[in-house]
């Protein structure tokens, strides 16, 4: 056998964009329908950096008829002159990673956009771009496919194709169905982010406009009250205790805003936001503003008798509790965890943060000493709710020792590499004992529970803890739990990579589905924001032709899909109930086995979505419920 030669003709090089083509999830976090969303993001992002310079007022996003999305500014258009690598600038920005305005400090005092690839990662990952910049005069225009240019330049610059007195940029693009599972963008993720984008820039106006057939419709985003509007937006099904109190101030340089209101909840949703973009994993622009507000607050509690010299002081988690918050900071230069930067890490920002919420929050309160007390009267119950459900604690870990193996109803796996292994939730003994003959016991784990959980929305947490389902639940994943209070959920102990949520095809297992996905968004959100849950999808029918082989129907679609090709043919149909209708070889072939199954990743896309989800699923209103596993349902993928 030839032995393969391993010397200095076997390094090769990724030219230009041909490294985004082969590792795209590099560049914008995956190529599922986050991905897929962040192109459009990208563009956007450049043409508020322009909002951000002073220099455009208004934004317009189309889902153009064919598929592909229009984003057009009114700033200054992308520069067209000759760069000193011998071409036009935007054939520069568009062609090259690491290429634009964002590193020189005049052009940009802040952006969001610093990495200088979004436009070029957006060329290379779609089928074709068109450009057309007016600027100086005129309209420039240059094309692409797959993000190599097919137009000829003109002297090393752009053809002009007219005249014109307007400035801006012009971009469509079609994301390319190559590297993409699916092209088409949702227009409620899409609105969701540009409302958000709007809250977040008060003198900025954002038209959308979907141009497809059957969902055509026309948006104006343009929120004057800014992030106050946003928080009030948050809470407007909620009861609140008091009006937003907004304040901003500058620090080092930095741009700080902060919105905050109180309901009458358990809970707290504190959200983060750096230069537009939303940190999901939030950042030390959170933590400074939390430090402060947390001493500050502690301050006036014992200035006013709430607390006593022998009590121990609120924990931040105390004060916070019932609060909605939004912090904005503008930042000169902001680094992040990660391209998709989901979590900023700059120092500085703590310290802006915390000494913009010193300054202003004493100047708020002295001249609100009512809106202060509520809000103090807020943490004094989640002390007595902490105090509670730390004895639960003790009693949960001391009472029940359970081990990795016999953990109540658990059939666990044999593997222990958390990485290859998957626990499936299942509704009902019945399913169960099915799913556990069914399994590959090498890595599939199973846990029946019975009947749907306890709402956690609705209870406090001593009743939380205490419940038998979700106590088993939390001692299998061995992660953890996390409610804001106490905190000693550590991701890093999760023994199964994947979560599965098996419930049934029907309105009861769309129900227990929502009741589990509340327990992990409100305790547990980091097994969503790092993509470990699932909703799998059983098949609702199974059409057994007379001549040629089953098939399994996972909705109605598929199988009104199903009649029309197999028009002048026989075949008998069979509908599932529920799981336990199926027998063992039949439940692995449509639902466990990872070659054929079909499986439902959840993810949270930005804020705005993830407050709406809450409400969804864990409001007073039952349709939404239901409507939104059945919505989803159809964005089910096969997980090979």
């Known amino acids: 056998m030839a032995k393969e030669t391993y010397d200095a003709s076997s390094i090769s090089v990724l030219e230009g964009l041909e490294a985004v083509r082969k590792r795209p999830g590099m560049y914008i976090g995956s190529t599922t ?85 979004g436009s070029s990662v957006v060329n290379a990952l779609s089928t074709y771009l068109d450009i057309k910049i007016s600027r100086e005069g005129y309209i420039h225009h240059d094309y692409y496919e797959q993000g190599v240019p097919k137009l000829d330049l003109e002297h090393g610059l752009l053809p002009k194709i007219g005249k014109t007195k307007a400035t801006g940029t012009c971009v469509n693009f079609l994301p390319d169905s190559e590297i993409f599972e699916k092209i088409k963008f949702s227009s409620a993720d899409v609105k969701s982010r540009l409302h958000e984008t709007a809250y977040l820039n008060p ?35 909620k009861e609140v205790i008091h009006e937003p109190v907004y304040f901003k101030g500058e620090s080092e340089g930095i741009t700080v805003e902060v919105a905050f209101q109180y309901i009458n909840e358990f809970q707290e949703n504190v959200l983060g936001f750096c230069n ?40 931040g988690a105390d004060i916070r509790n019932g609060m909605t918050a939004v912090i904005s900071i503008k930042h000169p230069d902001p680094r992040f965890e990660g391209q998709t930067k989901t979590k900023l890490d700059n120092q500085d920002a703590a310290k802006a943060t915390g000494k913009v919420t010193s300054d202003e929050i004493p100047r708020f309160f002295d001249r609100n000493l009512e809106t202060l007390k509520k809000v103090l009267s807020c943490a004094e119950k989640a002390a007595k709710i902490r105090k509670t459900e730390e004895k639960a604690k003790t009693n949960m870990l001391t009472k029940q020792k359970y081990s990795f193996d016999s953990n109540g109803k658990l059939a666990n796996c044999e593997s222990r590499d958390a990485s290859k292994c998957e626990i499936f939730i299942v509704e009902g003994d019945s399913a169960g004992g099915s799913a556990k003959t069914a399994r590959n016991r090498n890595f599939q784990a199973i846990l029946p529970i019975r009947g749907k959980i306890l709402n956690v929305e609705k209870a406090t947490i001593d009743k939380v803890l205490a419940n038998a389902e979700i106590k088993t639940m939390i001692n ?4 953890g739990f996390s409610e804001g209070y106490g905190n000693d959920f550590d991701i890093t102990k999760l023994r199964y990579h994947k979560i599965i949520i098996m419930a049934d095809a029907d309105v009861d297992g769309a129900h227990i589905s929502t009741l589990l996905l509340t327990l992990f968004y409100r305790f547990m959100p980091e097994l969503i924001y790092e993509g470990h849950v699932y ?16 098939e399994y129907l996972y909705d109605d679609k598929a199988l009104e899909k199903y009649r029309k090709l197999h028009k002048n043919e026989k075949f008998t149909l069979q509908r599932y ?27 949270i896309e930005d804020a705005r979505m993830a407050s709406d989800m809450t409400e969804i699923l864990m409001g007073t ?16 993928e096969l997980d090979i």
Not at 34 to 60: F, P, R, S, T
Not at 279 to 294: P, S, V, Y
Not at 577 to 603: C, F, H, S, V, Y
Request: aromatic share 8%.
């Open 535 to 550: 909703v799998a999808m059983p098949p609702l029918y199974k059409a057994m032709p007379s001549k040629g082989t089953e």
């Open 33 to 117: 329908k986050k991905g897929l969303h962040h192109l459009i993001y990208e563009i956007v992002d450049n043409a508020v950096d322009e909002h951000l310079a002073g220099y455009c007022d208004k934004i317009q996003v189309i889902l153009e008829a064919d598929g592909s999305c229009t984003v057009n500014d009114n700033g200054r258009g992308i520069p067209v002159g000759m760069h000193e690598k011998g071409m036009s600038a935007e054939r520069l920005v568009f062609t090259t990673l690491h290429a634009g305005g964002k590193f020189d400090n005049n052009a940009y005092k802040t952006s969001g956009g610093l990495h200088g690839v």
């Open 577 to 603: 109930k529920g799981l336990g209708e199926m027998d063992a070889q039949q439940l692995w072939e449509t639902t466990l086995n990872p070659k054929t199954r079909m499986l439902k990743q959840i993810e």
């Open 276 to 315: 537009n973009i939303y940190n999901a994993e939030g950042g030390t622009h959170l933590t400074g503003f939390k430090t402060q507000f947390t001493s500050v607050m502690n301050s006036y509690a014992r200035e006013l008798g709430i607390l006593k010299e022998k009590d121990t002081n609120f924990t």
């Open 203 to 237: 003198n900025l106006t954002i038209e959308f406009e979907d141009r497809r057939e059957g969902s055509q419709e026309q948006v104006t985003f343009h929120e004057p009250d800014g992030i106050a509007g946003y928080v009030k937006d948050i809470n407007k099904k």
């Open 476 to 479: 299998a994943f061995g992660c």
């Open 621 to 636: 209103d039952v349709p939404p419920r239901k409507a939104f596993i059945y919505e989803h349902a159809q964005d089910a």
